[in-house]
């Protein structure tokens, strides 16, 4: 089956100046049918931790995000099956795959969110993608306050209720994103950088106890709307781009589909800032 899943995709290579962006809508996915047909190329420990979630719902997301992951990977190595895939994380739990010879610079990451998920690749440098669902009735400026630098409280502070719930979340969005590809999750605080967005553009700044002066990011942000469907998610990603021949990036967007024949769509960001 896998097989014909391959010659059926028949997608551009993913050069050295892309990101390929996969997304899925688990509610396309029949979780029984989903049961029968994915579970065996999961690993045991996959399994195991598939098993201890308590509800339906969360155990087709989980299925479906290890399945989406492993098939792929496995578009873009296709001598490598999706149950062959070994993966492993980082000290600060960052996924990875195991064989880091396969593709020295290749770089993926997963985000997930209600009932959309997605999975960013490129051969460009190391990539952080998260994808949030808006929820305007929780406490943003609370949580602002709290967690984001200064420079970004007192900015969403001076708007009003409607302007700071967009902001907040196109913030947090590329904080993720950021920590994400740094690969080292919260051991980075969330107020020793921040982001400001104007002009369709995003400024990066950050103090000094944040070592990365001599590392090249380019970021993206948008609020992510695909099929006529209001999807109610913002979305961004962070790149740390390792090759020095790289100078700009394009990005191209695929829906992964329960038949297999899976769409390119057009598809463009909001705000992103200039290398």
Not at 126 to 142: A, M, N, S
Not at 178 to 203: H, V
Request: glycine share 2%.
């Amino acid at each position: 089956m896998f097989y014909v899943f391959i010659k059926a995709l028949v997608l551009q290579y993913l050069h050295d100046n892309q990101i390929h962006i996969w997304y899925l809508k688990t509610d396309e996915f029949n979780q029984e049918t989903s049961v029968i047909q994915y579970l065996a190329i999961l690993a045991d420990e996959e399994k195991k931790r598939r098993s201890r979630f308590y509800f339906k719902k969360d155990q087709h997301r989980y299925l479906l995000t290890r399945y989406f992951v492993r098939c792929i990977l496995s578009i873009y190595f296709p001598y490598i099956a999706p149950a062959e895939w070994v993966f492993k994380t980082n000290k600060f739990g960052r996924p990875e795959i195991s064989e880091a010879s396969i593709l020295p610079d290749f770089s993926f990451n997963l985000s997930h969110t209600q009932n959309i998920i997605v999975c960013a690749v490129t051969k460009s440098g190391t990539l952080g993608i998260d994808v949030e669902h808006v929820l305007k009735e929780k406490p943003l400026q609370r949580l602002s306050d709290r967690f984001f630098s200064y420079q970004e409280a007192n900015f969403l502070n001076n708007l009003n209720k409607i302007e700071r719930t967009t902001y907040f979340y196109k913030i947090w969005t590329l904080k993720e994103a950021f920590i994400k590809a740094e690969g080292k999750g919260l051991s980075i605080a969330l107020d020793s950088f921040w982001f400001r967005m104007r002009n369709n553009t995003i400024q990066f700044e950050f103090n000094s106890q944040l070592n990365i002066r001599q590392k090249k990011y380019y970021f993206f942000q948008t609020y992510f709307a695909n099929d006529m469907i209001d999807t109610c998610c913002e979305l961004a990603l962070a790149v740390h781009i390792k090759s020095e021949n790289v100078e700009s990036l394009i990005t191209r967007l695929f829906k992964f589909s329960p038949s297999g024949d899976h769409q390119s769509e057009l598809f463009s960001f909001n705000y992103h800032n200039k290398l």
